[in-house]
C-alpha cells in the first residue's frame, strides 16, 4: 500500500506452511520488501519467491538495484548498517531493519543471507525449519 506505484512479482511453490509466530514473520517479510524497495529503480520488479523443501521453507526477496559494496556485506545485518548513506537520510531509516530480520530468523531455528552482484541484482534468501529445530541437523 505503501509503495503503489511499484511492481511486486509474487510466487509459491508448495504450500509455505509452518510452525511460526506469524506476526514476527510478518515483519521479516516486511523488512525485507521494504528494504527492497527502496533500494532499486522505481521502474523495476521485486520478486518474492516462497519455495518448500519437506523440512523447511525458502523466502527469497530479489530487487534489481546496484550492488551492495562488498565491504558492506559482512556487517548488513548488524546494527545501524546501511547499504548506501544516501537513501537512508532521505528515509531517516535508523538502519535495524536487517538486524531484527536476523534475529527473528535465527530465533525460528532459520537462517538469512544476502547475495549481491552487478547485473543481477540483490537477493535476500530466509530459510526457515517448518518445526521448531527441524533444521539442528543440517
Do not use: C
Not at 528494504?35 to 521485486?46: C, D, E, F, G, Q
Not at 548513506?85 to 531517516?92: E, F, K, T
Not at 525460528?108 to 518445526?131: C, N
Amino acid at each position: 500500500m505503501a509503495w503503489p506505484e511499484r511492481h511486486l512479482q509474487v510466487s509459491q511453490r508448495g504450500a509455505a506452511t509452518g510452525e511460526w509466530d506469524s506476526d514476527r514473520m510478518a515483519q521479516v517479510v516486511s523488512n525485507l520488501v521494504t528494504n527492497a524497495l527502496k533500494y532499486s529503480p522505481k521502474a523495476t520488479p521485486v520478486r518474492v519467491e516462497l519455495r518448500t523443501e519437506s523440512d523447511s521453507v525458502e523466502l527469497a526477496v530479489h530487487n534489481e538495484g546496484p550492488p551492495i559494496p562488498l565491504d558492506v556485506l559482512p556487517r548488513l545485518f548488524e546494527p545501524l548498517q546501511r547499504g548506501t548513506p544516501q537513501v537512508d537520510r532521505a528515509s531517516r531509516s535508523i538502519g535495524l531493519g536487517l538486524y531484527i530480520v536476523k534475529h527473528l530468523v535465527e530465533a525460528h531455528g532459520g537462517t538469512v543471507a544476502a547475495h549481491s552482484e552487478q547485473g543481477l541484482g540483490t537477493t535476500f534468501t530466509v530459510r526457515l525449519p517448518r518445526t521448531p529445530g527441524a533444521l539442528a541437523h543440517h
